[in-house]
């Protein structure tokens, strides 16, 4: 499994997700090819272009000039031409616009979301559907890119205000969180998903839900199991059975995981300790 950091970073790095080809290329490096076939040409023509010597975006001097007889080329701004023209075939010229919904669709399964629709609430939220994870199960689930965060951040509270129930947030990276974004979603246990985290490429050239390691997931220990069930049932006015049903376990290998009975490398477990670990899927239905 390798994993995409260059691509779901370039999304956030991409005001509009709207640019010409070559400044797609410049940011997604060699994830490139993976989001190329995803690219829309519009009728708008650019206006910069990558630079060989000013890698840095902001620092690229680089301009398009449209001659006016279909001939296009990047030229140097700098007052010394420290980089060479380049001519620009037409359509290396126009703008290309991310289908984000091609993009994202054939990612729902291992992003855990029943797709619904693909609707866009407003410019850089879109909603998909419903949460299938155990811990979220029903949880209605958005999207969001943004290039600044403060953008990515009035976009949550209007999701928390117009929202009355838990939901998750899906966006590419991580970049945009901070300690109070994560505290405002956790008041209303709500959860957020990174594209960067969860999402890579297999071995067939296919994007798959990047699996969690083991020793990511400390188990409880037998000894404080039986009190942390109580006291899950006490914050969340829950039952065993309702926990286990959440797990996807039956009755017996539950009361076996609370006694130490159960492997802790089993799906079974790691299913229970899920869903002990966030707040019920059921208060997103009440």
């Known amino acids: 499994m390798r994993k995409l950091t260059r691509l779901w970073q370039a999304l956030e790095r991409i005001p509009g997700l709207c640019d010409v080809p070559a400044c797609w290329e410049h940011h997604c490096g060699a994830d490139f090819p993976l989001i190329r076939p995803h690219l829309l040409t519009t009728d708008d023509i650019g206006t910069r272009h990558p630079c060989p010597r000013y890698l840095r975006d902001a620092e690229c001097p680089r301009r398009i000039i449209d001659y006016g007889d279909g ?123 990174s594209m960067e985290e969860r999402i890579g490429l297999a071995d067939d050239g296919r994007f798959a839900a990047i699996e969690i390691a083991d020793a990511d997931v400390i188990p409880t220990p037998v000894e404080q199991r039986q009190a942390v069930v109580e006291k899950y049932n006490r914050d969340f006015d829950y039952t065993d059975a309702q926990i286990y049903h959440d797990a996807h376990v039956h009755k017996a290998d539950f009361y076996k995981w609370i006694k130490g009975e159960l492997s802790n490398n089993s799906s079974k477990s790691k299913r229970i300790e899920e869903v002990l670990r966030t707040a019920p899927a059921s208060r997103a239905r009440r």
């Open 71 to 193: 001939s296009f080329a990047a030229i140097c701004q700098h007052s010394h031409q420290l980089c060479d023209r380049l001519s620009l075939a037409p359509k290396d010229a126009l703008i290309h616009r991310l289908d984000v919904e091609g993009l994202v669709r054939p990612l729902a399964s291992a992003l855990s979301v029943r797709w619904q629709s693909f609707v866009a609430r407003k410019s850089g939220v879109w909603e998909l559907g419903l949460s299938t994870s155990p811990a979220t199960r029903n949880y209605p689930t958005f999207l969001l890119i943004f290039a600044q965060r403060r953008d990515f951040d009035s976009a949550i509270r209007n999701l928390l205000l117009a929202t009355s129930v838990p939901f998750v947030v899906i966006a590419p990276t991580t970049n945009h969180m901070n300690a109070e974004v994560r505290e405002h979603l956790a008041r209303r246990q709500c959860h957020f998903i």
